[in-house]
């Protein structure tokens, strides 16, 4: 029923077209508003094409809509679903202005420029949100999405990742071993022309009397091809029991350099990783200093230093009302909740006898979220979940052996692709070699012909200024 | 400042450039003497545009290397026309994006008169990536990108044609043209298949064909999935194949809940990327769609 309830919200929106959207602002926001609480808003300035000026404005974000209102009328001048994006993208407009494009269903590019604080974070944020919607069941229980990653999930997520890498790479060195066959047809295709060319200056110097010999520069140009080799790095999970993970856009101290990470919730504290699953900080549990919970989607964790800099990292995800009851759990007398995230506190305050009649209250929507993840707050709940085995399934071996073949094959594969195209370079080496020999050659001929081509030259330019 | 200054020193150049210009005209056309002022302008007009470059004037620059293409045209000089093309197609392609699809278009048409193909191709992906960009035109850019893997693949470079192919299937999935895609996909697929390198990329290709199957109808995406299985046996142990046979079996069943998690499972492995992200959700988007319309009423 709840599962229901969460998927009407997501249509509901999703079938709310661009050039409508003005006048039924009035009655969709105001229910908009009750179900879909504004994850974050931005000021920028947005692209009117048909005027061909940029407006100031504030970009505003929520867990399912992009909206963008201008500032001095108020209107509301872009607003779709998260859903109907194709695709979004860091562009520069005008080679200059960094700004994001985001191309929505029916091919309209919207241009956001002038972003605030950086572009990157709000990249960063627009995309998580994008993904979360295909990624997260609305439905779904906190277990399902906190099922801590097992060791061989992770071996066979490494596994794939570097397949990947490779298979990239053999089609790299496809693409370059194709080239180099051009560049030999292009090498021969220019001996042959010298040999033309000789031919012709035989032909013209055919009263020459002197035999040609020189010393030659010899400029043998080589270019080794780059090879991108990749590597990736990562450090093995703490063994102990990890309680939720989510991944998040972090952002330390300022917001300016926000970008995607995970946040792992332990049950001695708190981990904050980057995209690579390399740890960036851990908070012990006792180190927490406070914890600010900003918006349902937002947190900030603190701790502090005497005589240093406080650390603090800001987190942003569509996971994170998942996460909050069980900070909440964790860190309930550091917890703060300001004033966009009160009413997530008064649902969680009220008994869950109360819950079932309040979810008519003011934030229906995120009731909802809030709801089915209660049993994973409970110590019950953490204490079954401390216990992640570390082990690696008899499905996952078996998934890695094959992962693991088939990079042993296509790692053959690539080095014989690779001898093949060192010999390419050698015999493309030495003709290259010849060609400019050749050239070389030429030339010099040539010059001796119009240096004796000159003087007849010289008198026929002189005869025409003359005329003139 | 010093800018100013060159901009100045080019705006003087093209002025003699074109005196030069007329007065070939007016008394010596066609005469050696003539043809040596024009050779004259032409590398004034060069100089000039490299200026208007330095001063960062890009639509003079762009100006000034075209009337040097079609001088050097008039010299019968039709390579360093065409390089003079492409440098003002650079040129323009900061300020006027139209004028530098105009540009390239001279220089592609010079190139393939001279049978360059390969370079031909080249500036057509050029085309294609600022109508991509610049003018958010996506039927024109997968036109060029069309003609350019056609000249690619009659130069036998089959790895650039595929390239372009790519590009033209994605664009014609986001544009719901799910045949087209499909078809490219298919081609390429079976291209790559029997090459030792290429291989074991041809599962991409395989699985982006299906899910555009999957799109338009269930049934399809069953069949080809069956298809290509038997056609490539490798599929059938990629990861991809399985993903796959789960989502079809979620999305018969309608249970959007199982759908989602097999697309999380992926996921968590391998990061889908932006393209895979469009298309499932347009599949998860037809699973939801049936379980309720009352959502879209309120």
């Known amino acids: 029923m709840v599962g229901g309830g969460r998927v009407n919200q997501g249509d509901q929106l999703g079938d709310c077209p661009d050039a409508e959207v003005v006048t039924l602002v009035a009655t969709q926001s105001r229910k908009q508003m009750s179900r879909d609480i504004c994850v974050h808003t931005w000021p920028c300035s947005y692209y009117l094409e048909p005027e061909k000026q940029w407006v100031p404005g504030e970009l505003s974000l929520t867990s399912l809509s992009l909206k963008f209102i201008a500032d001095k009328t108020g209107k509301i001048l872009v607003s779709f679903p998260l859903s109907s994006i ?108 010298l040999d033309v060319a000789d031919r012709l200056l035989t032909q013209l110097e055919s009263p020459s009397w002197w035999p040609f010999s020189s010393k030659l520069w010899k400029t043998p140009s080589e270019t080794k091809p780059a090879e991108g ?186 080095e014989t692709e690779l001898e093949r195209q060192d010999e390419a370079l050698d015999s493309i080496t030495s003709s290259v070699d010849r060609a400019t020999l050749g050239i070389d050659k030429h030339s010099r001929r040539m010059e001796r012909l119009t240096l004796s081509e000159q003087p007849r030259e010289e008198l026929s330019t002189g005869r025409h200024s003359e005329t003139l | ?94 300020a006027d994006p139209q004028e530098a699809i105009n540009c390239l278009n001279a220089a592609i048409d010079i190139y393939t008169d001279m049978g360059r193909f390969s370079i031909a191709a080249k500036h057509h992906i050029t085309i294609a990536e600022i109508y991509e960009t610049e003018l958010v035109d996506i039927e024109k850019a997968i036109a060029h990108y069309e003609q350019s893997a056609d000249y690619y693949k009659g130069e036998e470079s089959n790895s650039s044609a595929n390239k372009c192919l790519l590009k033209v299937a994605a664009y014609a999935a986001q544009l719901e043209q799910y045949q087209k895609a499909i078809e490219i996909y298919e081609q390429v697929g079976a291209n790559t298949m029997d090459n030792p390198l290429l291989k074991y990329s041809a599962k991409d290709y395989f699985f982006k064909a299906a899910l555009c199957h999957f799109i338009v109808d269930e049934l399809n995406a069953k069949l080809a999935l069956e298809k290509y299985e038997e056609m490539f046996p490798a599929f059938t142990d990629s990861r991809e194949c399985k993903l796959l046979k789960k989502l079809l079996e979620a999305h018969e069943e309608q249970n959007s809940e199982a759908y989602t998690e097999a697309v999380k499972e992926f996921d968590s492995i391998s990061r889908l990327d932006q393209w895979l992200t469009t298309m499932l959700l347009r599949i998860k988007k037809s699973i939801q769609g049936d379980g309720e319309g009352d959502g879209d009423l309120k």
Request: charged share 25%.
């Open chain 1, 86 to 193: 194709i695709e979004i993208k860091k562009e520069a407009s005008h080679f200059i202005f960094r700004s994001i494009t985001i191309l929505e269903k029916d091919h309209v590019k919207h241009w956001f420029s002038s972003l605030q604080p950086s572009r990157n974070a709000v990249f960063n944020i627009i995309e998580h949100f994008w993904r979360e919607l295909l990624l997260c069941q609305p439905g779904a229980t906190v277990q399902a999405s906190s099922s801590p990653m097992t060791k061989g999930k992770e071996l066979t997520g490494l596994m794939a990742c570097s397949q990947k890498r490779l298979e990239d790479t053999a089609k790299v060195l496809h693409h370059q071993g194709e080239q180099f066959d051009n560049i030999m047809e292009g090498l021969d295709k220019i001996e042959s022309d």
């Open chain 1, 229 to 414: 080799a990749s590597a990736s790095g990562s450090e093995a999970l703490g063994k102990e029991g990890i309680v939720i993970k989510i991944p998040a856009v972090i952002s330390q101290r300022t917001e300016s350099h926000a970008k995607p990470g995970k946040l792992i919730v332990l049950v001695s504290g708190l981990e904050v990783r980057d995209s690579d699953s390399l740890l960036m900080h851990r908070f012990e549990r006792e180190d927490v200093d406070d914890i600010k919970v900003r918006t349902p989607y937002e947190v900030s964790i603190r701790q502090r230093f005497i005589g240093k800099p406080d650390i603090t990292y800001h987190l942003i995800s569509a996971k994170m009302p998942e996460v909050i009851p069980i900070l909440e759990v964790q860190f309930s007398k550091k917890i703060e909740f300001l004033e966009d995230a009160l009413m997530l506190r008064s649902t969680r305050a009220s008994s869950p006898a109360e819950k079932g009649c309040s979810t008519w209250h003011a934030a229906p929507g995120l009731m909802d979220r809030v709801r089915p993840r209660e049993p994973s707050g409970s110590p019950g709940g953490q204490s079954q979940l401390q216990m992640s085995e570390p082990f690696i399934s008899e499905e996952e071996a078996h998934e890695l052996t094959q992962i693991l073949r088939k990079l042993k094959s296509l790692a053959l594969d690539t």
């Open chain 2, 1 to 94: 400042m010093d800018n100013a200054g060159k901009e100045r020193e080019a705006v003087q150049l093209m002025a003699e450039a074109e005196k030069r210009v007329k007065a070939s005209h007016s008394f010596l056309r066609g005469l050696f003497g003539g043809n040596t002022r024009i050779e004259e302008a032409c590398e004034m007009y060069t100089r000039a545009a490299n200026m208007f470059k330095m001063a960062k004037n890009w639509s003079a620059a762009g100006n000034a290397f075209c009337q040097a293409a079609k001088l050097h045209m008039q010299l019968q000089s039709k390579h360093d026309s065409a390089t003079s093309f492409v440098d003002a197609g650079n040129a323009y392609k900061k």
